[in-house]
Structures are given as C-alpha cells and as structure tokens.
C-alpha cells in the first residue's frame, strides 16, 4: 500500500517470546455482478513453535457461504513483514530457501500449496485433501480507503493506545476499501473481476474476546464510494474486561468515525440474524440495520483452546445505512444505502440471549 495509506499496526505483531500468541489476517473481495463473495481469513498461533497450539491456518468463505481449511502446522514455514502488511505460508513446495515474498510466476510454478499476500498483491492455492475441494487465486489490489479520510494520515482503528499492550485484542481496518483485479478458481468453476470491492483486516494479541460481532460491506446498491465497518465485543483492559464498539463509514472521500471517544455508541444483537447499531456525536448520527434468513456458516477463530469454531458468518447480510448530519435537536440525512452483500458475524461464548448495551468514554457500558 502506498505510504500515505499504510495504517498503523500493518506489520507482524510478534516479539519473539513465547508466550501465548496469536496474530489473523482478513481478505475480502466482493463480486457484484456475480452477487458472491470471497472472504480469506488467515492466523499464526504460538510462532514460537513446540507449543500445543502452535501453527497456522488458511480459512475461505465461498460462493454461497460455501467453506474451506487448510491447516499449516510448520511454524517455520511461515513469513511475514514486522514493517509493512506483507505474509504468507508455504504448505507443499519444492524449493529448498526460506519462505519468503516470491514473484507471483515463481510463487505460481514451486508453491503447490499456500498463501501470500501484500496490501497490492495477493495469492495461494489451498485444497481440502478429504473432499478434494479447492480455491486457487492471484489479484491485485489498488488501496482507495486505509482507515481515515482520504489523504489524512491513517489511524488506529481502537485509537493511540493501540500501540500499547493495554487492549486484548488489537483491531485495525487495514483497508477500508480497494479495487481488485485478477481471478480465483472455486472447485472447478472460475470468477474473473476489475475493479471488485476489497476489504482487508487484522487482529492480534495474546488473549482473545469473550464475545463479539461485526458488520462490514462495501458494496452498495448505486454507491460504489462507500465502505462500512462496525463492529464490538468484550475484550480485555489490563486487569478487567470491557464492552466497546465502533461504526466506520468512509463515503465521497470522508471518514465518519463513532467511537466511544467521540460518540455514544449503541447496539442490539440477535444471537442470530439481527444485527442493529445506533451512534451518536457532536455532528452526526448513523443507524444501521443488518438482517439475514440464512443460517450461516461456522468458521474457526484462535482461542485458549487454540483453533476451533467458535462464529458465524455469513456474506449475503441484507444491510440498511442511514447517516445524519446534526443541527442542534434536528438532523438531516446525508445517505441513505441499502446491500444484499454484507458481511455479519457473531462470535464468541454461546449466544443464548441478545445482547443489548452502549459504550462511551471513558468506557462506561451501560
């Protein structure tokens, strides 16, 4: 990604210790006319190596929510950039070097099966060796949003303390939005695209969330300048644990941000199929309401327990946006969006019952 848009947070989280650790990554590309989705989730855990946990995965939402895994569990194999969003995993290859960044051509001709992925390239090959289902792809990407307004300098996405281990996990939006071009092959059929929506985060740390949800499209129905990212969860806070959550809209350039520093922020989440978020500031107000009628598919995240399935995504998120800009009590609207193609999840301890709450600075949750 071009310096201007790198965010903060984009290289490898590591230190060396060997304590508990895990670090995930998050790519997306989105196929408007096809009406599908791509969704790419990679994790590390205990790089350290001869831990029970240690190793990692490369997991895939497909067509129709469709799902696929591929563990790697030789830690060694694993690279990944300490100053810049750059990684990947070599599972079956011939080459005898270090894993390493190899020209696509090289990657494409010795990796047999892996990843590798930058924030303007990304590509690997995976296949589910019981089933013999498989995704081979390789496209570029153009950055258009980091996680600011356009030609700002780029922010964290949990603020400046995110650069201190006081948050247990870090969160940050690497691309808001971005332009993909290339091809991905699913089980024998293949999608070509220029200029698909694409999306890209990450986490890290070395304790993971109690429970959480997210919400996340950028593709709207006749607003091709829009991406949203919201989301919340319990984490830890040194010693204690909090409820937090946030709205990131970038539209037309701008970046609106609702996040308990600035805003009051509110949500009402189904365990399943109901997602809404209200959020309040000085200047605007945004409502968002995200429903679907499919069941889902369970995918894995790292845990004390190490990679089990633990949420519940789906991409065919039916999505209603509507932002206000304030004057004094009267507010007027300034977008109004709707998608059939967003991204909902819900993770975490069971979700027995729905979760109603808010949280603002200094992190009071009500």
């Not at 947070?9 to 009406?35: A, C, I, K, M, Q």
């Not at 220029?194 to 969330?209: I, L, Q, V």
């Not at 593709?219 to 204690?240: I, K, N, Q």
């Not at 539209?251 to 959020?279: C, D, H, L, T």
Request: some cysteine; proline content about 7%.
């Amino acid at each position: 990604m071009a310096n201007s848009r790198q965010t903060p947070h984009s290289g490898y989280h590591w230190d060396g210790s060997s304590d508990r650790f895990f670090e995930g990554w998050y790519y997306r590309v989105t196929l408007p006319n096809r009406g599908q989705t791509f969704a790419f989730m990679y994790s590390i855990e205990d790089p350290i190596g001869g831990r029970l946990h240690s190793g990692g995965a490369a997991q895939i939402l497909g067509p129709n929510d469709g799902y696929l895994c591929r563990t790697f569990p030789n830690v060694e194999q694993f690279w990944a950039s300490s100053n810049s969003l750059a990684l990947g995993h070599w599972g079956r290859t011939d080459l005898d070097i270090p894993p390493q960044y190899l020209p696509p051509a090289k990657f494409e001709a010795h990796i047999r099966e892996g990843y590798q992925a930058t924030a303007t390239w990304h590509q690997g090959m995976i296949r589910d060796p019981g089933t013999n289902e498989y995704c081979r792809w390789q496209y570029a990407i153009a950055p258009v949003y980091g996680w600011a307004n356009q030609d700002a300098p780029q922010q964290s996405t949990a603020g400046l303390l995110s650069s201190f281990e006081i948050f247990e996990p870090g969160w940050q939006i690497l691309m808001a939005h971005g332009l993909a071009s290339g091809s991905i092959e699913w089980n024998g059929k293949l999608y070509e695209f220029t200029d698909a929506p694409a999306y890209g985060e990450k986490n890290w740390g070395r304790s993971f969330p109690q429970k959480w949800f997210w919400l996340n499209c950028n593709s709207f129905d006749g607003e091709p300048d829009l991406a949203l990212t919201a989301g919340g969860g319990r984490r830890g806070v040194l010693w204690w644990m909090e409820s937090a959550a946030l709205i990131g809209i970038h539209y037309r350039g701008k970046f609106y941000e609702f996040v308990p520093w600035n805003s009051q922020v509110s949500w009402q989440i189904q365990p399943w199929g109901g997602w809404q978020m209200q959020a309040r500031n000085s200047q605007y107000e945004v409502e968002l309401t995200g429903t679907t009628d499919r069941p889902g598919t369970p995918l894995r995240a790292p845990t004390e327990q190490g990679l089990i399935f633990i949420c519940r995504d789906t991409m065919h998120g039916q999505l209603t946006l509507e932002l206000r800009e304030r004057h004094g009590q009267r507010a007027q609207t300034i977008l109004k969006a709707n998608s059939s193609v967003c991204g909902l999840e819900v993770g975490g301890e069971p979700w027995s019952e729905p979760w109603y709450s808010s949280a603002k600075f200094p992190w009071v949750v009500c």
